[in-house]
């Protein structure tokens, strides 16, 4: 495996329709919490999302949860930051599927970019 790194043109990280995320409380503090409900839209995107250009429009100032360090999984998580990439590659595939669906073209190039077995190859 090449390891975790962000495709682009995805986005499948900014659904953030709470509904399919249960488990929220669990590691984000009630701050975070509120600041996460705050950018959903009423689609389930995130407000801050541009649909037709795939991108983040705070990309340089998104909230940590958005972030993908050794220090979020470590601090936001309790993950072991060595296990970084395996993680990553994982919460992605999910999202992934769960937005874009398994077979896909995001999910062919996400496994191409990380090294995975290209679904439906």
Same mark, same amino acid.
């Given at each position: 495996?090449?390891?975790?790194?962000?495709?682009?043109?995805?986005?499948?990280?900014?659904? @953030?329709?709470? #509904? *399919?995320?249960?488990? @929220?409380?669990?590691?984000?503090?009630?701050?975070? @919490?509120?600041?996460? $409900?705050? @950018? /959903?839209?009423?689609?389930?995107?995130?407000?801050?999302?541009?649909?037709?250009? =795939?991108?983040?429009g705070i990309?340089?100032? =998104?909230?940590?949860?958005?972030?993908?360090?050794?220090? /979020?999984?470590?601090?936001?998580?309790?993950?072991?930051?060595?296990?970084?990439?395996a993680w990553?590659?994982?919460?992605?595939? *999910? $999202?992934?599927?769960?937005?874009? &669906?398994?077979?896909?073209? #995001?999910?062919? =190039?996400?496994?191409? *970019?990380?090294?995975?077995? /290209?679904? &439906?190859?």
């Amino acid at each position: 495996m090449q390891g975790w790194h962000c495709v682009q043109n995805c986005g499948a990280c900014c659904y @953030l329709a709470p #509904e *399919e995320r249960p488990f @929220l409380a669990e590691y984000l503090s009630p701050g975070l @919490l509120r600041l996460y $409900h705050s @950018l /959903v839209g009423d689609d389930g995107w995130c407000v801050h999302f541009d649909k037709s250009r =795939r991108t983040c429009g705070i990309y340089q100032t =998104r909230p940590a949860f958005c972030r993908v360090t050794p220090e /979020v999984l470590r601090d936001l998580y309790g993950e072991d930051p060595a296990d970084l990439s395996a993680w990553a590659v994982h919460c992605c595939r *999910e $999202h992934i599927d769960s937005v874009w &669906g398994a077979q896909s073209p #995001e999910r062919r =190039r996400f496994e191409q *970019e990380v090294g995975g077995a /290209v679904p &439906g190859a």
